[in-house]
């Protein structure tokens, strides 16, 4: 018997609208407010696509406000992140997106004739002049609106009947918030892949409590490592041992006492490979990262991707005498999205409940407000906040 999708997402209006709703940044003095733009046009090179679902991240309000992390980026703009969304409209130089195709909207952009100029739509200008010039220019609005206009390379199209069907269809029976998780994973999925996490290894991902630290866990585990989960919460770590299984995954505490902790880390499956460190600025000065850099075996890899915006201290001569690698990474690169994607369809990585994914909350754009405090409230492994807009 023939399988069907579950007809469960908004159809492509026809006629386009002239105007659409966008949660529009206009100072970090003011709120976010819900506006009425001009719908985006598609050009050579750039689609449009209806946004079905967007994740919240946990320190939203932060980025948009002076009080906060104010991260830079031109004003004004559409607030949101990565999303999901449906293509309304391709440009004359696609030849493989389609109208209607349900896809992965990818917030990481990259200038074409320079791929280390990028930014974040919606969220954050990068880290150059020119990364900066190109968001100033092109791209600059995220997914918190009913359209948004993304380069073509910034859709991966996601296979719907497998992901949305139903179990007893072949389907993997998920939603779009759901589905919105995958923009989570993806970040944490950059860092492991780019120190070249192997099935079997041992990775330490601290701290492992918070929403991008509990997606490495996750991400980890689906790469076929055994994780050491570190953190200050101890009721978190359980419940995370709970969820994968004591055979795969161990809380270690953190405690302040670097070298104790370290022997902790070592203590549980010996040295371990990998280091994956996703600290918030608040952590600047936790000790859980000497710790972890101290428990690594000889020519351990250390993936550095923190927010801290102190210099963090670094035990350079045992990094020196055991060949430790450490290694930056913002997000990740373009072929990490369909390698994501590939897991989530091929079920390795899953996003159910079972699969310890926790859906807090589903707003319209008009409850941005709640959305973002939800998000913040409830930061744990796993917890999605989405706005469908
Ligand atoms: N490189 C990149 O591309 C990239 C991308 C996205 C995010 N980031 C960074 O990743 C950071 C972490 O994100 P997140 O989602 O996990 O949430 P977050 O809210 O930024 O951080 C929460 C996590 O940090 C822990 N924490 C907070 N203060 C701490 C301290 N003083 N000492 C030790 N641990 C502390 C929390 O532990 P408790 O549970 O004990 O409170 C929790 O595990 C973000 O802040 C951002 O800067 C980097």
Redesign the pocket.
């Known amino acids: 018997m023939a399988t069907t999708a579950r007809p469960s997402t908004p159809s492509i209006p026809s006629p386009f609208p002239s105007t659409h709703r966008a949660l529009h940044v206009t100072s970090y003095d003011t709120p976010p407010a819900v506006t009425s733009l001009p719908l985006p046009t598609p050009s050579p090179g750039t689609a449009l696509v209806r946004i079905l679902a967007t994740q919240i991240?946990?320190?939203s309000r932060s980025v948009y406000s002076s009080t906060g992390r104010a991260y830079p980026f031109p004003l004004p703009l559409t607030a949101g992140y990565s999303g999901i969304g449906r293509i309304a409209a391709c440009p004359g130089d696609s030849v493989a997106l389609q109208r209607g195709q349900l896809v992965h909207v990818d917030c990481v952009v990259r200038a074409r004739d320079d791929p280390s100029a990028i930014f974040l739509a919606g969220v954050h200008q990068g880290h150059s002049q020119r990364s900066a010039q190109l968001m100033e220019a092109n791209w600059r609005d995220g997914c918190a609106a009913e359209f948004a206009a993304f380069p073509i390379e910034n859709l991966m199209p996601l296979d719907e009947k497998r992901l949305l069907g139903k179990v007893e269809e072949g389907g993997l029976g998920y939603d779009l918030p759901r589905l919105s998780y995958i923009s989570t994973l993806l970040?944490p999925y950059?860092?492991l892949a780019d120190v070249g996490v192997r099935p079997g290894e041992t990775v330490v991902v601290a701290?492992?409590?918070?929403?991008?630290?509990?997606?490495a866990v996750k991400v980890a585990l689906a790469m076929g490592a055994r994780v050491v989960a570190m953190?200050?919460?101890e009721r978190?770590l359980e419940r995370m041992e709970g969820v994968f299984g004591r055979e795969r995954v161990r809380g270690v505490r953190?405690t302040g006492d670097v070298k104790g902790d370290a022997e902790m880390l070592k203590g549980v499956w010996g040295e371990p490979d990998v280091f994956f460190d996703?600290?918030?600025?608040?952590?600047s000065?936790?000790s859980?990262f000497k710790s972890a850099l101290l428990s690594l075996r000889h020519a351990g890899r250390a993936s550095l991707?923190?927010?801290q915006r102190e210099d963090v201290q670094v035990p350079l001569r045992l990094v020196m005498v055991k060949d430790i690698m450490l290694k930056g990474?913002?997000?990740?690169e373009r072929p990490a999205v369909a390698q994501l994607v590939k897991m989530v369809e091929a079920g390795v990585l899953g996003l159910g409940e079972k699969d310890g994914v926790d859906v807090k909350g589903t707003f319209t754009l008009e409850e941005w407000d709640k959305a973002f405090t939800v998000a913040e409230e409830t930061?744990?492994p796993g917890s999605v906040t989405v706005i469908t807009p």
């Open positions: 991240i946990s320190y970040v950059g860092g701290p492992a409590t918070g929403g991008f630290g509990g997606a953190g200050r919460n978190e953190i996703i600290s918030p600025p608040a952590a000065h936790s859980h991707m923190g927010g990474k913002w997000m990740y930061n744990r």
